[in-house]
C-alpha cells in the first residue's frame, strides 16, 4: 500500500526516511505527524525509530541499509551510533564507514540482495558494503547520472529508475537487479526518486504531490497492492529466533 | 558528438516512454514529465502579453504615430513593416518569451482593427520549452498629424515669399522660366504661385524651400536678390520668433537679341568692345556679340549689376528687313557655339520695298542665313530716336543704318497659322489676377505665340525645356511638302511621349526620348 506523506510541508519524504524490510529510521521533526504515519503503518510489524545523523535531519540520504545492515557517515556523532545500535534488531549490523563521499543514501541504492553504487566509491567501501550488508555490488550509473542513490528506488519485489532512461539501460539495470524495472516519475513529475519516496517490500510512502498515475505506476512495480507484510516478516523473524537460540 | 566522432563505440540508446503523472497517457519523457496538453493546460506562457492594443493614423496623410511625436509614412496595409511596427508597440518582454512566427489575421479595412496571430516560445516549469499562439487586436484611431492640422487649419499659410520680378515691357523671360521651373521641379514645395504685374510672385512653407528656389533662379537666370524679414509672433518663454521672409528678385531688364549700347567705361574694360552689341543669350550670364567685328563678350550676373545697364532697342522694335544681295566677307566663325559668317548685304525695309528706292548697304553677321530674297528682321537705327545716355557718352559713334538680328519666317509662318503644332508644353498653375487693370490678353496671346515660335526657331533654347507630343495634333492630308524645309520645326525625336496615368486606353508608357 502507498501512502502520501509529507514532512514539515515538504513532498521530499525519502530525504528525511529510511524504511528497510527490518527497521525504519524517521528525523526529528517539529510535529509529531511524520512520525505517527509511519507508525501508525508499522509499529507491530518494524520498529520505527527517530534519530538524527551528524546533526542532521536528512538521514535517509546520508545512511544506506537494508535488512542486514546499515551503513552510516563519519560524521555520525557516537551518540547517534549508540543510539541506533542501542534501538535497531540485534541482526542488523550497525558500522559506521570512512568514505569521502559522505552521503551515503545518494551514493549507494540496495535491496536485501543487490547493490548499485556511485562510479567513484573507494574500494574498501565496496568491501564494506558487501560484508555488512551482504549483497553484491555493483557500479553503475543511471540516465547518466553518478547518483544512483537518488535517481532509483528499488526493492525485492521491483525497483523505480529516473524517466529519462533509455531502453537498453533499463534492460541492463534489471538483468543486474534480477527485478521488474520501470522509468517513473514521482511527486508531480520530479526525477528525483529516491528523494521522493522511500519502499520496502509490502509498503511504500510518497511526497503528497504524488499524482494518482505516479501512485498506480508505484504499486503496480513494487507490487504493493496484495503485499501482507506479516508472512514477509514472519520469514525474517524466523532467521531472528534462530540466533537467539 | 564528439565521442562519437573520435571512433569510440556509443551503444545504441532509444528513449523509452513514461506516464504522464497528471493522466497517465504514455509519452517520451521531458523536462516537466507532463504531456503537452496537461502542461499546456497548467501553463499559460503568454500570461503577461498585451491582447488589446491601440495605434493613432493619420488618414489625410496615410501615416502612423510612433509615440511621443514621430508620424511614420508608407506602411502599407499588411505589410511587413507594418508588422514590425505593430510589434513594436506590443513591448514584447524580450528576455522570458521569444517569437517565432508573426502574421496578420486579414480584417476589414473599414473596421479599424488589426488583428495579429503570434507564436511564442517561453520556458514552462522544470525547463520544458513551450509553443503557443496568441491572438492580438489593436485598435486604430483616427487623428490628424500636426503638418495635416496646419495645413487643413489655414491652407494658404506661408512663411516665405520669392518675388521675381524684370522690368520690361513684355513677358517672354518670364514663360522661359516657366519651362524651365517645370522642368527641373523647382516650384514643386510652393504653397501658391501668383502672377503680378512685370513678374511673378511664389510662396513657399518654409524659408528654407524659398532660399533653394533663389538658388535654383540664381543659376539660370542673371539676377540680384535682398531678403527681408518681418516678425509674426513670439513666443516669449522659448524665445522663437516666426517670421514672413521675403526675397526680391530682379532680373536683369537684358533680354535675348536686344540692342545694347554700352557704357564707355564696360567698353573698355570689356576690350573696347563696338559700344553697339547684340545680346545672343542671357542665362545666368549675359553673351554679348559685337555684330560688325563678331566679338563676343560674357558679363557675369555680379559685373552686370555692379554696373547695370539697359537695352537700347528690344525686340518689340524689330523691323522687317528684304535682302536684295548678299557678299560673303569672311569665313565662318564659332562662336560660343552658334556660327556666324561676315558679310556686305543690301537691304531694303518691306514698307519702303516697292514704294521708293530706299536701300541700305550694311554689314551683317548672319552671311550663313540669309540668300537674296529672303526676309529678315532687324533694328531700323536710320529712323530710329534714340534717347539714350550712354550713346551720347561715346564720342565720334558711328552708327550703322541697321543691324539685322535674325531671319524671318513671317511670310511663309503665315500659312501655317492657324495650324496645330505637333508638340506642346504644360504649365504651372498660376493665380492670375483677372480683375486688375493694365492687363491685355490679346497682347499676352501674341507674346505667347511669339515664344512658341522662338523655341522652333532655337535649338540651344529648346536644351533646358521639356516638350510633349501633342496628341490632338493630325497631319493634315494636304502634306505641306512645299512649305518645304525652310521653317524650322522640332524634330520627333526631341519631343518627350507624355506620361499617361490615366485608367482608359492602353497606357502609353512615357519613354524619354530626349535627345
Known amino acids: 500500500m502507498a501512502t502520501r506523506v509529507q514532512f514539515e510541508n515538504n513532498c521530499e519524504v525519502g530525504v528525511f526516511s529510511k524504511l528497510t524490510n527490518a527497521y525504519c529510521l524517521v528525523a526529528i521533526g517539529g510535529s509529531e505527524s511524520f512520525y505517527s504515519v509511519f507508525e501508525s503503518e508499522l509499529a507491530d510489524v518494524i520498529p520505527v525509530v527517530k534519530t538524527s545523523i551528524a546533526g542532521t535531519r536528512i538521514i ?144 511504500a510512502f510518497c511526497g503528497s504531490d504524488t499524482t494518482a498515475t505516479e501512485l498506480s505506476v508505484i504499486e503496480s512495480v513494487f507490487k504493493l497492492r496484495d503485499a501482507q507484510p506479516n508472512i514477509i516478516v514472519d520469514e525474517m523473524r524466523k532467521s531472528l529466533i534462530d540466533s537467539y537460540v | 558528438m564528439e565521442m562519437e566522432q573520435s571512433g569510440m563505440f556509443m551503444p545504441a540508446q532509444t528513449v523509452g516512454t513514461v506516464l504522464c503523472c497528471i493522466c497517465g497517457v504514455a509519452m517520451p519523457p521531458n523536462p516537466a514529465n507532463m504531456c503537452v496538453r496537461c502542461l499546456r493546460s497548467r501553463v499559460d506562457i503568454t500570461e503577461g502579453l498585451i491582447r488589446h492594443a491601440a495605434i493613432v493614423y493619420c488618414p489625410e496623410c496615410h501615416s502612423y504615430l510612433q509615440p511621443p511625436r514621430t508620424w511614420i509614412r508608407g506602411l502599407e496595409p499588411e505589410s511587413k513593416e507594418l508588422l514590425a511596427f505593430c510589434l ?65 487649419a489655414n491652407p494658404d499659410q506661408w512663411s516665405a515669399v520669392v518675388q521675381l520680378r524684370q522690368l520690361v515691357q513684355h513677358r517672354r523671360t518670364f514663360f522661359y522660366l516657366e519651362q524651365l521651373i517645370l522642368r527641373h521641379g523647382a516650384a514643386v514645395r510652393a504653397i501658391r504661385i501668383a502672377e503680378a504685374d512685370h513678374g511673378l510672385d511664389f510662396f513657399f512653407g518654409s ?15 542673371p539676377i540680384r536678390f535682398r531678403n527681408d524679414k518681418q516678425l509674426v509672433s513670439h513666443d516669449v518663454k522659448s524665445s522663437v520668433y516666426n517670421y514672413k521672409h521675403t526675397f526680391s528678385v530682379e532680373i536683369s531688364p537684358v533680354c535675348r537679341e536686344d540692342l545694347i549700347c554700352l557704357p564707355p567705361k564696360l567698353a573698355n574694360a570689356l576690350g573696347n568692345l563696338g559700344p553697339l552689341v547684340l545680346c545672343t543669350r542671357v542665362t545666368n550670364s549675359i553673351a554679348l556679340l559685337d555684330p560688325l567685328t563678331l566679338r563676343s563678350a560674357f558679363l557675369d550676373a555680379n559685373q552686370y549689376w555692379r554696373a547695370p545697364f539697359k537695352s537700347l532697342l528690344t525686340s518689340r522694335q524689330l523691323v522687317e528687313y528684304i535682302v536684295l544681295d548678299i557678299e560673303v566677307e569672311s569665313a565662318e566663325v564659332h562662336i560660343g557655339g552658334s556660327k556666324y559668317v561676315m558679310a556686305h548685304a543690301q537691304v531694303a525695309r518691306i514698307t519702303d520695298f516697292g514704294k521708293n528706292d530706299t536701300m541700305f548697304t550694311i554689314r551683317t553677321h548672319l552671311g550663313h542665313l540669309l540668300n537674296p530674297g529672303d526676309y529678315a528682321l532687324g533694328y531700323d537705327l536710320y529712323s530710329a530716336n534714340n534717347n539714350d545716355f550712354d550713346i551720347d557718352q561715346h564720342k565720334n559713334l558711328v552708327l550703322p543704318e541697321t543691324i539685322l538680328v535674325k531671319k524671318s519666317y513671317q511670310e511663309k509662318q503665315s500659312k501655317k497659322r492657324g495650324k496645330a503644332r505637333t508638340w506642346k508644353v504644360k504649365n504651372l498653375n498660376m493665380e492670375v489676377d483677372t480683375t486688375s487693370k493694365g492687363r491685355n490678353d490679346e497682347k499676352r496671346n501674341t507674346e505667347y505665340e511669339e515664344f512658341l515660335r522662338d523655341l ?57 526620348m530626349d535627345e
Not at chain 2, 513591448?91 to 480584417?107: G, K, M, N, S, Y
Request: proline share 4%; with cysteine.
Open chain 1, 60 to 203: 535517509g540520504r546520508l545512511c544506506a541499509g537494508n535488512k542486514n545492515g546499515l551503513l552510516l557517515p563519519h560524521t555520525t556523532t557516537d551518540q547517534e551510533l549508540q543510539h541506533l545500535r542501542n534501538s535497531l534488531p540485534d541482526g542488523v549490523v550497525v558500522q559506521r564507514i570512512d568514505e569521502r563521499l559522505s552521503a551515503l543514501g545518494n551514493c549507494i541504492a540496495c535491496n536485501d540482495h543487490v547493490a548499485l553504487t556511485h562510479p567513484d566509491l573507494d574500494r574498501e567501501t565496496e568491501e564494506l558494503i558487501a560484508d555488512v550488508l551482504g549483497v553484491e555490488v555493483f557500479r553503475q550509473t543511471i540516465a547518466g547520472n553518478i547518483l544512483v542513490g537518488s535517481y532509483c528506488a528499488f526493492s525485492n519485489k521491483g525497483g523505480l529508475v529516473h524517466p529519462h532512461t533509455s531502453i537498453e539501460d533499463l534492460d541492463e539495470l534489471s538483468t543486474l537487479l534480477q527485478v521488474p524495472l520501470v522509468a517513473g516519475t514521482v511527486n508531480r513529475g520530479s526525477e528525483v526518486i529516491a528523494s521522493g519516496m522511500t519502499v520496502n517490500d509490502w509498503t
Open chain 2, 207 to 221: 524659408r528654407s524651400h524659398a532660399t533653394k528656389f533663389v538658388d535654383f533662379i540664381n543659376g539660370v537666370a
Open chain 2, 88 to 152: 513594436r508597440r506590443l513591448r514584447l518582454p524580450q528576455r522570458r518569451i521569444r517569437l517565432v512566427h508573426a502574421e496578420f489575421i486579414w480584417t476589414e479595412p473599414h473596421s479599424k482593427r488589426l488583428r495579429l496571430r503570434l507564436r511564442v516560445q517561453a520556458e514552462a516549469l522544470h525547463g520544458a520549452i513551450l509553443e503557443q499562439a496568441h491572438m492580438v487586436e489593436l485598435t486604430v484611431h483616427d487623428r490628424l498629424c500636426d503638418n495635416c492640422t496646419r495645413a487643413q
Open chain 2, 456 to 512: 522652333e526657331e532655337n535649338p540651344e533654347m529648346r536644351f533646358n525645356i521639356s516638350l510633349y507630343r501633342n496628341k490632338e495634333y493630325q497631319p493634315s492630308e494636304a502634306a505641306s511638302t512645299a512649305d518645304g524645309d525652310d521653317i524650322p520645326s522640332i524634330p520627333l525625336e526631341e519631343l518627350l511621349a507624355d506620361l499617361d496615368l490615366s485608367e482608359d486606353e492602353g497606357n502609353q508608357n512615357g519613354e524619354n
